[in-house]
């Protein structure tokens, strides 16, 4: 059957360097924002979020940066694994009619070389 | 946290079917997201399903296609009507709290011959 993330473009790294993958969003009023990761056959996980108010945020092996201005996120992954191989989404989290909802950015794919 | 269970994991549909995908979370949500994930591609949102009201379609998909029922606050599903191979695609249910993180369902990868 066909994998997600065939067209995405792609982030190839050795394991062990740090990973940064890059994310725009449109809405200037959003004002929470999502990484998520997808393993193949399996639905978005959660990573690590981050609000408005806020430029950067660290979890575990973890950051995420939000550069308001130009209306930028990024996710850095410090030494990446091979687990850590799977397609990203950034999500951007705006109110609309219905109640919050989520616009997802267009996703990257990351190999990890062992 | 909320876990969702989906079914059918997968399945392989004629052309002209209906295929309906059922979305069960452990604990009460009041809205609940189905998306469209075709090959490729980042996650669409399909519609926003309200217990005891009508669905809410994102642009470019319509009810007749794509009916949502949406019983309790526990449940919902997603058909999807009268099948084309480019309706291929994986669907996700998601719940969200509000201003907060959105939890998945495993998704369910339709594929239509």
């Known amino acids: 059957g066909e994998s997600v993330g065939l067209h995405l473009p792609t982030l190839s790294v050795q394991e062990g360097d740090n990973s940064i993958i890059n994310c725009a969003y449109s809405n200037s009023a959003s004002d929470y924002f999502i990484w998520y990761k997808q393993e193949s056959g399996k639905g978005p996980q959660f990573i690590i979020d981050?609000?408005?108010?806020?430029d950067k945020r660290q979890g575990q092996r973890v950051t995420v940066l939000l550069n308001k201005t130009v209306k930028h996120l990024s996710l850095q992954i410090a030494a990446t694994q091979p687990g850590d191989s799977a397609v990203y989404f950034c999500a951007e989290n705006t109110d609309n009619n219905a109640g919050n909802m989520l616009t997802f950015g267009g996703g990257t794919r990351l190999m990890v070389k062992p | 946290s909320a876990v969702i269970s989906q079914k059918p994991s997968r399945d392989i549909c004629q052309r002209g079917t209906s295929l309906t995908i059922q979305c069960q979370v452990d604990?009460?949500?009041?809205?609940m997201f189905w998306y469209r994930q075709q090959p490729g591609q980042s996650l669409t949102l399909i519609a926003t399903?309200?217990?005891?009201?009508?669905?809410?379609?994102e642009s470019g998909f319509v009810i007749d296609k794509f009916p949502i029922s949406r019983p309790n606050l526990t449940f919902s599903t997603l058909t999807v009507s009268n099948m084309s191979p480019e309706d291929s695609s994986i669907y996700l249910c998601?719940?969200?709290?509000?201003?907060?993180?959105?939890?998945f369902g495993q998704g369910t990868r339709l594929t239509v011959v």
């Open positions: 981050i609000r408005s108010n806020m």
């Open positions: 399903a309200n217990q005891g009201s009508e669905a809410t379609y």
């Open positions: 604990s009460q949500v009041t809205m």
């Open positions: 998601s719940v969200v709290a509000p201003g907060s993180e959105a939890f």
